[in-house]
């Protein structure tokens, strides 16, 4: 996270302020920081897309902590498809990360972002997958307004993670540790996404 880090056109980028500095008098610095929940590697609570939904302080933390695999879909195109991830889905563990890009845009917006296809997230759902996390800012299309994997989502009780920068990741199984604040009304959080060898 940083001053240019990008968000969805309208939502509140990144800023800091320093409250206190160093100095006589003052043997401490202090910041304070203004940001959308979703800057960055984030979790969406189900607050952000269902109006009932849990915030993301209420989550069980389980989905976030455990074995998962990176699978590489590169420039899929506009949605990540089953047939760019079946190639590894065999012997799925309950969390899929999905690498789309060569290398992240971490310094600008890309409107152009790669989305799951509802479909593909019914189908991990299937096969026992309870979170999935992909390196673009949403799994849904940035022009959406029907969020449809995000709806697949809330109906069958899957975590997400956007904004995952997955560059220079190999395909494999991980362990993945990416826990969510515990901010007690909020509709997501910043995560630090760790992977582990196994």
Request: aromatic residues 6%.
């Amino acid at each position: 996270m940083h001053a240019g880090a990008p968000v969805f056109p309208g939502d509140t980028p990144y800023s800091q302020r320093w409250a206190a500095t160093i100095a006589p008098g003052c043997p401490v610095n202090v910041s304070s920081l203004t940001l959308s929940p979703h800057v960055g590697a984030h979790a969406d609570a189900p607050l952000h897309y269902d109006p009932q939904g849990e915030p993301v302080g209420a989550l069980d933390l389980a989905p976030f902590l455990g074995r998962c695999r990176v699978i590489h879909a590169l420039q899929p195109g506009p949605l990540v498809e089953w047939r760019h991830l079946e190639h590894a889905a065999r012997g799925l563990p309950p969390r899929v990360l999905v690498r789309t890009y060569e290398r992240a845009p971490v310094d600008r917006w890309d409107p152009a972002l790669a989305a799951f296809a509802p479909q593909t997230v019914e189908r991990l759902a299937d096969l026992g997958v309870r979170l999935v996390g992909i390196d673009t800012a949403s799994i849904d299309p940035a022009q959406s307004k029907e969020l449809p994997s995000h709806q697949v989502i809330r109906r069958r009780g899957l975590r997400v993670l956007e904004n995952l920068v997955l560059d220079g990741v190999p395909e494999g199984d991980y362990e993945l540790v990416a826990l969510p604040l515990k901010l007690m009304t909020a509709d997501a959080s910043p995560v630090r996404a760790v992977l582990r060898s196994l």
